[in-house]
Each structure stands twice: as structure tokens, then as C-alpha cells.
């Protein structure tokens, strides 16, 4: 039973640029969620994958944020024309659908904008 | 709204020292949940235990306890003979039904535990 797994580890990139990150959920699991964490703060909910149905999105930052999970499985973060306020960690995390089952997290990604 | 407070951001303690972590939440919900995660150097978050709102029995795993107090909000973590890989940021978080059916997690702010040896 692999764990949640999170590409890239590290991302940098200039100011302006588009990112994607990947996120691949426990095989098993249903839900699929992301996190921002920045430094000495703790993660903060982005936004909420059942199967492929994206059922909540009203916490992401702003319209340069999006995620899909086109088939139900592995999943992506984009961020659009970059900012420096950008810079965190994305941590990906996932569970079993029915309750409230643990969430089990990714290594994340460190996101660093020059 | 939902919140979660951590009022120790960093603690150090001594090898084999006990040391408890606090955390007091804030919810309108009757019914949730209550998690308490580790967040090692490497950053992965580990999960370390759940509890629904109706189990106030308190709960202990080897070194580690819990304390679940609704009557103060609060939902405590002891370390008993703490180890150097204890070190850690600690992460208590609170999920209810306000959050509907994504359950997300709402996270305080954590608590830096260093063992010293």
C-alpha cells in the first residue's frame, strides 16, 4: 500500500509563470483534497475532489487557481501567472469516502518564486 | 466557523521529560471530529489519531495519550518518556459537518516539540 505521492518535490520558477503539480492519491481512496501551507502556519483547505466531481472550490485563492481530477485518480494543481505570494507549501491529501476517515497526506510541494 | 487554537508554538523539553501539547477548538457543530497530526522535518503530515465528539473516553497508544475534554473545548496530547524523534511540529485539527460533505480539516497553527538529548 503506497502512500500519497506528490510531483515535483521542489518548484521554482519566476514571477509570471504557470505551475502544475501532481498528486497521486492512496488507490483506494475516493476524496482527494489540497492544502497551501506557509512557514510556522498550518495547512489551509483549498479545495475537495469526490471521485472526479471537484465539490468544493470556493476556498481556492483566486481565479489564477484551478484542479482537476479528470479521471477519478491522480490529480493536478495549476497556478496561473504566478506571485511572489505564491511561495508555500502544497500538500495533497486523501481518504476514503464515507465518514470522516483520516486523510492521509503527500510530501508535498515547496513552490519558491523568484 | 470553525477554529482551533494552539497556544504553544514552541516547547523544549528534556529527553524522558513528559510534555503535553494543547489545543482548544471552537465549533457549532454537535457532531465532529478531532485529529491530532505530526509534521517531522522531512513535512509529511502523519496522522496520529481521530476522535468523534460523542467518545470523550481518553485514548492512549504506547507513549502517547489524549485527553478529550468537551465540557473545555479541549483535546489534549501527552508524550510520556519523551525520545528525540519526537521532535516534531504537532497539528491539531477539527472537521464537523458545517465543513459539508468535504469534511476538510481546519488546522491550528501548530506546536514545535524539541527533544532535546
Known amino acids: 500500500d503506497t502512500g500519497v505521492s506528490q510531483n515535483p518535490r521542489h518548484k521554482i520558477t519566476k514571477r509570471g509563470q504557470n505551475v502544475t503539480f501532481r498528486c497521486d492519491p492512496i488507490s483506494e481512496h475516493n476524496r482527494l483534497y489540497w492544502y497551501r501551507q506557509t512557514l510556522g502556519q498550518g495547512p489551509e483547505f483549498l479545495t475537495y475532489f469526490q471521485n472526479e466531481a471537484q465539490l468544493e472550490k470556493s476556498r481556492l485563492l483566486s481565479d489564477r487557481f484551478s484542479a482537476e481530477r479528470p479521471k477519478g485518480s491522480f490529480s493536478t494543481l495549476e497556478i496561473q501567472r504566478t506571485e511572489q505570494g505564491d511561495s508555500a507549501m502544497y500538500l495533497c491529501a486523501s481518504s476514503s469516502d464515507w465518514g470522516n476517515q483520516p486523510q492521509h497526506f503527500g510530501d508535498g510541494t515547496r513552490l519558491s518564486i523568484l | 466557523a470553525q477554529k482551533v487554537t494552539q497556544a504553544q508554538t514552541e516547547i523544549s523539553v528534556v529527553e524522558k521529560e513528559d510534555v503535553t501539547l494543547d489545543c482548544v477548538y471552537e465549533t457549532r457543530d454537535t457532531t465532529y471530529y478531532l485529529f491530532w497530526y505530526k509534521q517531522p522535518p522531512s513535512g509529511e503530515l502523519v496522522f496520529l489519531i481521530r476522535?468523534?465528539?460523542?467518545?470523550?473516553q481518553n485514548e492512549i497508544s504506547g507513549r502517547y495519550s489524549w485527553n478529550f475534554q468537551k465540557s473545555t473545548s479541549s483535546f489534549n496530547f501527552t508524550i510520556t518518556a519523551s525520545q528525540v524523534v519526537d521532535s516534531a511540529v504537532y497539528f491539531c485539527a477539527l472537521s464537523g459537518i458545517s465543513s459539508g460533505s468535504a469534511r476538510q480539516l481546519t488546522f491550528g497553527s501548530g506546536t514545535q516539540l524539541t527533544v532535546l538529548p
Open positions: 476522535r468523534n465528539s460523542f467518545d470523550e
